[in-house]
């Protein structure tokens, strides 16, 4: 039951990453003036750093789901690819000073949360002998 939510929870990531690379700023509804000059200014990496983190996240949530300890090194690229992804926005924007921390904390910090429980979850699966 959790890992099959778990490859629901990277098929919505895969369908938000498509959204963002074909409709840019007004991926989450109508942009501002202020969400379209942030997306005009991030890097030609980010969106492929995006692509990564929430491929390597459906890889893992599939493997884990099929009971194979092999998701951990996918899981681990997905958090480590989220947090780089989340801490350089955070830090090289002003996007937390513009919009308030809660309007753009919460989900970045629950994706973080959700990748590292499916990391805990594999390893926890290994230990237990539920994934091979």
């Known amino acids: 039951m959790t890992t099959g939510v778990l490859v629901l929870w990277g098929l919505v ?9 074909r409709l840019g700023a007004d991926a989450m509804g109508q942009a501002s003036a202020y969400d379209r000059a942030l997306y005009a200014a991030l890097p030609n990496w980010y969106d492929s750093l995006f692509a990564i983190a929430v491929l390597t996240g459906l890889v893992g949530a599939v493997l884990l789901f099929m009971r194979r300890a092999s998701a951990r090194p996918f899981l681990i690229a997905s958090l480590v690819a989220t947090i780089a992804q989340f801490g350089w926005l955070f830090a090289s924007t002003d996007i937390v000073a513009h919009k308030g921390a809660s309007e753009t904390l919460g989900l970045p910090f629950v994706i973080i949360a959700v990748a590292a429980f499916t990391l805990w979850l594999v390893g926890h699966a290994r230990l237990k002998g539920w994934a091979v």
């Open 13 to 21: 990531g895969c369908f938000m990453c498509l959204q963002q690379l």
